[in-house]
Each structure stands twice: as structure tokens, then as C-alpha cells.
T-cell receptor, first 114, second 111 residues
Framework: DTGVSQDPRHKITKRGQNVTFRCDPI?????LYWYRQTLGQGPEFLTY????????KSRLLSNRFSAERPKGSFSTLEIQRTEQGDSAMYLC????????????FGPGTRLTVT | KNEVEQSPQNLTAQEGEFITINCSYS?????LHWLQQHPGGGIVSLFM???GKKKHGRLIATINIQEKHSSLHITASHPRDSAVYIC?????????????FGKGTHLIIQP
């Protein structure tokens, strides 16, 4: 499978715990995006990497959130001290710079904070 | 007011009907995506277009840059078309700040 993959697909955690999600983009894609989608809403942009550099961060990304892409390939999104409001679908997408920006999405990680 | 507005928010139709979903945006864009999201969350890109019209099977997408409006049409709709359809725009600059999404149109096609 050469698409975007995310792990885990589902995560249930208790409030206050830390969680980490992983995204593996399409191998030749140098851009990687994280989005968050709450129930009944469209996705919202969180952050974006070009290679290993994190170039954009949304105001939605509080200091409890951190994202990395250490080798310019896979990326991790960590949420510290989770809150119930963090419950959402976390989507990852990748694209190839210079191709007009078409993004390919992973299946998402659904986080439930109890 | 959201930068990307979709209508209708919910649409229920009978199998075989011609479906139209509309998207209006208020910002300058370089391109527009139509995306499909099934229950369970996975998103699939249907079209990316910056002008004119694209067709893929029973799906047709059009965009009018001057009017800042795009439509997604489904001909001969089928229950398997039931999904959330999301319009998203790419700002000039190649998508460096990601996509700006509409809230989606929840489509149900009844047999």
C-alpha cells in the first residue's frame, strides 16, 4: 500500500494522559500536513512540514501539542495532558511541492478523551 | 462568515436523482478540492481544479473563478454515493498553509 497511513486508527485515553500519533506519508512527498476534525465540522489546519522543517502552525495548536518530522519522512503528533476538548479525528495528508498542492489523506486517528 | 461555505448542509435524495452540491468562497485561491469522506473518517480526493470543468465517471466538478463558486454534480446517484462531500480551497503560494475547508454536505441516497 503506497498511500498515507496513520497509526493508531483509534485511541481512547483518560484526561491528563499524553498521546502520540504517527503519520507515514507517500514516500516521495515532501510536504506533510496535520488537520483536526471535530464532529459535524470540516477539518481544520493544525500544522505543516516541508521536509523536516515545520513551516506553519495554526493558532489551534496550543502549547500542549507538538509535531515533529525528524528525518523528513514520517511525522508524529503528540498531545500532552489531554483534555476532553481534544477528542476529534486527527487527519494527516501529504503532497509533493510543485504539483499544485493536491493533498492525499490518511485514514485518520480518532481520539476519544474520557 | 466562514471563508468557504457549502450548501446544502444535508441532502437526502432517491437513487437515480441528479445531485448538485455548491461551494462558495470569499478568498483568493489557486485551486479547489472536492473531497469525499465516508463514515469512519477516511478522506478521498475527488477533484482538484483551478478552472473550467472536470469529469470522472458519474461525477462532474465545475468552477467559476470570477464568481468564486464551484459545484459538484453526481449523475445517476446511487446509495454508495452516500457520504460527506467537502469543498476545500488552496490559497496562492502552493498550499503552504494547508487547505481551508467547508463544513461539508452530508448526502444520503436512498434506494
Amino acid at each position: 500500500d503506497t498511500g498515507v497511513s496513520q497509526d493508531p486508527r483509534h485511541k481512547i485515553t483518560k484526561r491528563g494522559q499524553n498521546v502520540t500519533f504517527r503519520c507515514d506519508p507517500i514516500s516521495e512527498h515532501n510536504r506533510l500536513y496535520w488537520y483536526r476534525q471535530t464532529l459535524g465540522q470540516g477539518p481544520e489546519f493544525l500544522t505543516y512540514f516541508q521536509n523536516e522543517a515545520q513551516l506553519e502552525k495554526s493558532r489551534l495548536l496550543s502549547n500542549r501539542f507538538s509535531a515533529e518530522r525528524p528525518k523528513g519522512s514520517f511525522s508524529t503528533l503528540e498531545i500532552q495532558r489531554t483534555e476532553q476538548g481534544d477528542s476529534a479525528m486527527y487527519l494527516c495528508a501529504s503532497s509533493l511541492a510543485g504539483t499544485g498542492g493536491e493533498q492525499y489523506f490518511g485514514p485518520g486517528t480518532r481520539l476519544t478523551v474520557t | 462568515k466562514n471563508e468557504v461555505e457549502q450548501s446544502p448542509q444535508n441532502l437526502t435524495a432517491q437513487e437515480g436523482e441528479f445531485i448538485t452540491i455548491n461551494c462558495s468562497y470569499s478568498v483568493g485561491i489557486s485551486a479547489l478540492h472536492w473531497l469525499q469522506q465516508h463514515p469512519g473518517g477516511g478522506i478521498v480526493s475527488l477533484f482538484m481544479l483551478s478552472s473550467g470543468k472536470k469529469k470522472h465517471g458519474r461525477l462532474i466538478a465545475t468552477i467559476n473563478i470570477q464568481e468564486k463558486h464551484s459545484s459538484l454534480h453526481i449523475t445517476a446517484s446511487h446509495p454508495r454515493d452516500s457520504a460527506v462531500y467537502i469543498c476545500a480551497v488552496i490559497r496562492p503560494g502552493g498550499g503552504a498553509d494547508g487547505l481551508t475547508f467547508g463544513k461539508g454536505t452530508h448526502l444520503i441516497i436512498q434506494p
